[in-house]
C-alpha cells in the first residue's frame, strides 16, 4: 500500500502556481512580536512540508500586519492566506471570499496547570486594588486600554457587552486609548495609565514586565466573570468577561489553487505530530543513554508519527511550537456565530 511518503510530487505550473505564498498575520502585540510568535511555524515549517509536495517546491513567507494593513494587501493582490481572529476573518470571507482551513488550538498554561484550547474571550481587568471599578457600569468616567477597535477580544467583544449593559463605548468613559498592541494595555493596567483595559485571555499571563518577568495574575482583577462549558465537559479555564468563540483560523484566499490550499492544510492537521516527536527526542537524552537515542526512530518514539518524519523537521516543529504557543491544528470549526454578533 502507498504511503504519503511515496507521493507523486506536484508539478509547479507557472501559469497557476507561485513559487512563494505569502501569509498575513494579524498584529495585535505588535509587528515584531508577530513575526517572532508565528514566523518559524508558518514560514519555515509550511516550506518544509507542504512546499516540498511541489517540484519544485514551493516557499512560504510570512508578513505581519496591522488590520488596515491586512486589507491593503488583499486589495493590492499582496496576500494569498490569512491567519487573524474571527471577525476579521469573517469580514473579509463576506467581502471577498476566504476559506478557513483550520482552526488553531494553543497550548497555554492556567496558574500552574497545561491547556490545549480551541476556543479564546475576551477579558475586562483592572487593577487587583482598584475598589471604584467591580461592574461594567463602573467604566463610566474612566480611561479604557483596548487593543483596537478590529481587535475581536481585544476591542470588540468589550465594547459589545458594554452596550448589551445599556452603555455606550464612545459617550460614557473619559477617555478609549486603542493601543494597537495589548501587552501595553497589561502594562498600562498595573501602572495607572489605565483604569481598565480589553484583553483576550491568555494575554495577562504571557505578557513579561521590562526584565522579562512574567505578570503575576492575581495582580488583575477581571470584571463581571463568566462560565463557560468546553466541548470537553471541562470548564474553560481562564477567567473572561465576553462569551466564548473558536480560536483563530487559518484561511485561503479564493485566488489559491485547491492543490496548494490542500497541502497547506494536510501540514497544519500534521502539525502537532511532528511535534510531539520533537518533544520525546529533546526529553530522551534525559531519561535514556545517548547510544538509545541515537537508535531510535521518530516511529519508535511515537507511533503516529508521520513517515516522512526527520530529526529535523521534528525540531523545527517542537521550536514553532514553543514559539507560537501552538499545540496544533483541528479542523475548522464554525464562525458563523461571530458573524451573528458582528451584525447585531
Request: aromatic share 10%.
Amino acid at each position: 500500500t502507498a504511503t504519503i511518503c511515496e507521493h507523486k510530487p506536484i508539478t509547479r505550473n507557472p501559469f497557476i502556481h507561485k513559487s512563494q505564498y505569502t501569509i498575513g498575520v494579524h498584529a495585535t502585540r505588535g509587528i515584531d512580536e508577530a513575526f517572532n510568535e508565528t514566523h518559524t511555524l508558518f514560514s519555515e515549517y509550511l516550506s518544509a512540508t507542504a512546499g516540498q509536495m511541489f517540484e519544485p517546491p514551493i516557499t512560504f513567507e510570512l508578513i505581519p500586519y496591522y488590520f488596515d494593513g491586512i486589507f491593503t494587501a488583499i486589495e493590492n493582490d499582496e496576500m494569498d492566506f490569512l491567519y487573524a481572529n474571527p471577525g476579521i476573518y469573517s469580514c473579509i470571507g463576506t467581502q471577498i471570499g476566504a476559506s478557513a482551513l483550520a482552526t488553531v488550538v494553543k497550548a497555554l498554561e492556567v496558574r500552574g496547570e497545561p491547556y490545549e484550547l480551541d476556543v479564546y474571550g475576551g477579558v475586562i481587568a483592572t487593577r487587583h486594588d482598584n475598589d471604584e471599578i467591580n461592574s461594567i457600569g463602573d467604566l463610566k468616567d474612566k480611561i479604557i486600554g483596548a487593543g483596537a477597535i478590529v481587535d475581536l477580544m481585544g476591542g470588540q467583544m468589550q465594547i459589545y457587552e458594554m452596550e448589551k449593559a445599556g452603555m455606550s463605548y464612545v459617550n460614557d468613559p473619559k477617555q478609549v486609548v486603542f493601543t494597537k498592541d495589548q501587552i501595553h494595555v497589561v502594562r498600562g493596567i498595573l501602572s495607572g495609565r489605565f483604569d481598565a483595559g480589553f484583553i483576550r485571555t491568555d494575554q495577562i499571563e504571557l505578557t513579561e514586565d521590562e526584565n522579562g518577568v512574567q505578570f503575576d495574575p492575581d495582580l488583575f482583577k477581571i470584571i463581571q466573570p463568566k462560565i463557560y462549558v468546553m466541548e470537553s465537559g471541562e470548564l474553560f479555564p481562564f477567567l473572561h468577561s465576553t462569551d466564548i468563540f473558536p480560536e483563530w483560523p487559518f484561511a485561503a484566499l479564493p485566488h489559491v489553487p485547491q492543490d496548494v490550499q490542500t497541502a497547506v492544510q494536510n501540514a497544519l492537521l500534521t502539525f502537532d505530530k511532528y511535534a510531539r516527536v520533537g518533544k520525546l527526542m529533546k526529553e530522551c537524552p534525559s531519561q535514556n543513554t545517548s547510544q538509545f537515542c541515537s537508535s531510535q526512530s521518530p516511529q519508535d518514539l511515537f507511533q503516529d508519527a508521520p513517515c516522512d518524519t526527520t530529526a529535523a523537521l521534528a525540531g523545527l516543529a517542537l521550536e514553532a511550537s514553543l514559539a507560537s504557543h501552538t499545540a496544533g491544528f483541528r479542523t475548522a470549526s464554525s464562525y458563523f456565530s461571530i458573524r451573528s454578533v458582528q451584525q447585531e
